[in-house]
């Protein structure tokens, strides 16, 4: 399908979403948000994709945030609605069935930071710059900055970050765990194609109760969560592929998994 504002590719079992308005930083007007739904859905439908990277086109960005001329134009309920949608992309990412890795090439501000802290992995490259500018606007985070970023970091940083609306730069970002790594930008696409290519030798079910043991978990108290694993983990015993992975290992051999 052709999107005004993405560009997509599948290869090699990996999918690609990049965010391409260069010239506005990779900013998500509400037409680039639904173009990113429908792309997120369609990736996660699509047979020959078992895990997808996001990023942004260019060398300056990822995403520079929501943008600004229309976020100019909110009222009250104009406001509440955009929100909502943001936060709905952000759970569909966040809740995908196949692993999603931002690769983190720029600019990461607002709705960028946003955007991935929904992702499963983030990964940025050395010029990555992070933050949630909100409050120099007039405004809060709100396609889950103040929830997802306090998840992620702790309470006190999310407070001192989003009050502050500072920007901080790769090393600090991988310093409060707020990106798993930092890589030269020459080698943020090859790592993050390395890092997908080493989550998809894996089952693709597990993968995806994977994520979901741990998604359903963190909102839920320690017990719940548990009981929660638990049957996940017996829905991975029902599995061909979690027959074919030990019986793989028994036997020493490489498992081929089916996703059933
Ligand atoms: N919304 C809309 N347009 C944006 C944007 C955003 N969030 N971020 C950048 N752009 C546009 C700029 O308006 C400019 O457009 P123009 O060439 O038509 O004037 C273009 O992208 C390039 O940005 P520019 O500001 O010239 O680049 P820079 O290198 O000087 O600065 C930033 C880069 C990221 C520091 C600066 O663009 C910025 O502060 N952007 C807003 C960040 C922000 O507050 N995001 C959170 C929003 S909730």
Known sequence: MGYKNLLTRKQDGVGWIIINRPDKLNALNSETIKELYEAFLSLQESPDVRAIILTGSGEKAFIAGADIGELAQLEFSSGKDYVLEGQELSKLIE????????????????????????????????????????????????????????????????????????????????????????????????HCEALAKEMIANAPLALEYAI?????????TLGEGLLNEAELFAKCCETEDSKEGTKAFLEKKKADFQGK
Do not use: W, Y
Not at 98 to 115: D, Q, R, Y
Not at 212 to 219: E, V
């Open 95 to 190: 809740n995908l069935r196949k692993p999603v890795i931002a690769a983190i090439n720029g600019f990461a501000l607002g709705g960028g930071t946003e955007m991935a802290l929904a992702c499963h992995v983030r990964i940025a490259s050395d010029n990555a710059k992070m933050g949630q500018p909100e409050v120099k606007l007039g405004l809060i985070p709100g396609f889950g900055g103040t929830q997802r970023l306090a998840r992620l970091v702790g309470k006190g940083i999310a407070m001192e970050l989003i009050l502050t609306g500072r920007i901080i730069d790769a090393q600090e970002a991988f310093r409060i765990g707020l990106v798993n790594r930092v890589v030269p930008q020459s080698e943020l696409i090859p």
């Open 212 to 220: 979901k043991a741990i998604n359903i978990g963190l909102d839920k």
